[in-house]
């Protein structure tokens, strides 16, 4: 005897069944139009298939997580395209790789994020092995206004030059975070400490935190780190080495 079973939510089809080979009325039919005796049969055959075989919700709840994934990954996916210009750029500070690249990996991290920061070595290794790959840092403040304080200091440091110097002092800090923590590691970095305390309020700064958080809200940002390749596919969470270079090279195949 074989069955199919096909949940669906919103007051459409709530179930359609296949049993013998031979599809029930209702798989024909939207749940308005069911007449009483069809509504009866169907939650009866709901509920002996429930009794018989559990495993039947779980597999459609399953089904409807995937499905909803999926929509979500092509709106996000829509919004990489419309928006790809924009998305794949930032001040030249925040470009990695080589600036000519024949792909754009755009990286969202947020600097207190502990799997951004174990991922730094790896995506060190990545540009090092990978000379015709172009990356773009986009660095935002998810987590807690911790996050928002070492932003403001990673972007105050780009304008005495030391973008990266300050990104990678504060990734690798497990102090806690204060401006006098930031004061100490600027000048420990060689920075203008004080500058740097002063330029943290300044409104440019502000500027290129709220343009990098829109654009990872466009993109529905769940979580640090999230990798955009290309423009046909995003990533969220760590990855390994080989799964970021499968990734690129899937990318690289579909943009042709």
């Known amino acids: 005897m074989s069955?199919?079973?096909?949940?669906?939510?919103?007051?459409?089809?709530?179930?359609?069944?296949?049993?013998?080979?031979?599809?029930?009325?209702?798989?024909?039919?939207?749940?308005?139009?069911?007449?009483?005796?069809?509504?009866?049969?169907?939650?009866?055959?709901m509920r002996d298939a429930l009794k018989s075989d559990p495993t039947i919700l779980s597999d459609a709840i399953v089904a409807l997580r995937q499905g909803a994934e999926q929509q979500e990954q092509s709106k996000a996916l829509g919004a990489v395209r419309a928006d790809k210009a924009a998305l794949q750029t930032a001040p030249a500070y925040a470009v990695r790789g080589n600036t000519n690249g024949d792909l754009t990996v755009v990286e969202f991290l947020d600097p207190r994020c502990g799997?951004?920061?174990?991922?730094?070595p790896v995506?060190?290794?990545?540009?090092?092995?990978?000379?015709?790959?172009?990356?773009?840092?986009?660095?935002v403040p998810v987590l807690s206004e911790k996050s928002m304080l070492d932003t403001q200091a990673i972007f105050a440091a780009a304008r005495q030059g030391g973008y990266d110097k300050m990104k990678r002092a504060l990734m690798q800090d497990t102090a806690t975070p204060s401006v006098e923590r930031i004061r100490q590691l600027a000048s420990a970095n060689g920075l203008d400490a004080d500058r740097l305390a002063k330029d943290m309020h300044d409104p440019d700064v502000s500027t290129q935190i709220n343009t990098n958080l829109a654009q990872a809200r466009a993109i529905g940002l769940d979580g640090t780190p999230t990798f955009v390749f290309g423009t046909d596919s995003i990533a969220p969470g760590a990855m390994s080495l080989q799964d970021m270079q499968g990734k690129i090279a899937a990318a690289r195949r579909a943009r042709g």
Do not use: H
């Open 3 to 45: 069955r199919l079973f096909t949940v669906r939510l919103a007051g459409t089809v709530l179930l359609t069944a296949l049993w013998g080979g031979n599809l029930t009325a209702a798989s024909a039919q939207t749940s308005g139009s069911f007449s009483p005796d069809q509504r009866r049969q169907i939650v009866e055959i």
């Open 123 to 139: 995506v060190d290794k990545l540009l090092a092995d990978d000379p015709k790959l172009r990356l773009v840092e986009k660095v």
């Open 115 to 120: 799997y951004c920061r174990s991922l730094v």
